[in-house]
């Protein structure tokens, strides 16, 4: 009566798999969240695996803020290899570890035991200064992440990852060494934005 299956099944396809295409032109503000990760992604570090976390609430702009550094050229000369992976709700290591085969190597692995993809990737990587991103993780098992994490260590150091994440407990639970938490877009920018999609970018 109450098609509260209707409504379930709303709220299951919310969640959308983002690329890592964006038109950096029309991302407003975030100065500041942008300068830090390029400063964090370039400078060298001691830490291996580096891993970096971007956290907000839902549609905040996470994405957008990782889209941007991806596209980036002083990133992109900075990195041998940049992967970008869409991981959503289920974190399926098999698909994972796939598009990360299929952007290293180019070509798509028959998917054999997870072991030896991971296998495969740890030889792609090695010698390779990488940068890797999981774009919308909502893992909080670490056993599952860790044959990942020990397998990043594979690459060259000065490697990083980058995570976007709504929880601060993912963050943490997948050892980042650094955590930015993106705030509301002052009024000033989200009025520009709003303006742009509301009204075709007219002031009235
Ligand atoms: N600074 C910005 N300038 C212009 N558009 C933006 C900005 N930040 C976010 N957006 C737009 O808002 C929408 C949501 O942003 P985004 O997907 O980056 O959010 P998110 O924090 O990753 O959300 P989720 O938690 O659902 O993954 C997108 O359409 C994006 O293009
Ligand atoms: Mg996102």
Known sequence: MYK??????VGK???IQNTSFVDVSGIYGRD???N????MLCESSEQHPHIISIIGMRGIGKTTIAQFVFNNNEVI???DKVMWVCVL???DEYKIAKTIIETLEGSTPNLGALESLFQRISRSIFGNKF???LDDVWLDDY??????YHCLKNGLRGSKSLITTRKESVARMMESVDIIVVKVLPDEECWLLFRRLAFFGRSQ
């Open 89 to 91: 709700e289920s974190f």
């Open 4 to 9: 509260f299956n209707e409504i379930r099944s």
């Open 77 to 79: 000369n900075n990195f």
């Open 131 to 133: 940068l890797l991103i």
């Open 13 to 15: 396809s919310e969640r």
């Open 32 to 34: 500041e969240d942008k």
């Open 143 to 148: 056993k599952t992440w860790e044959p990942f």
């Open 36 to 39: 830090t990760l390029l400063r």
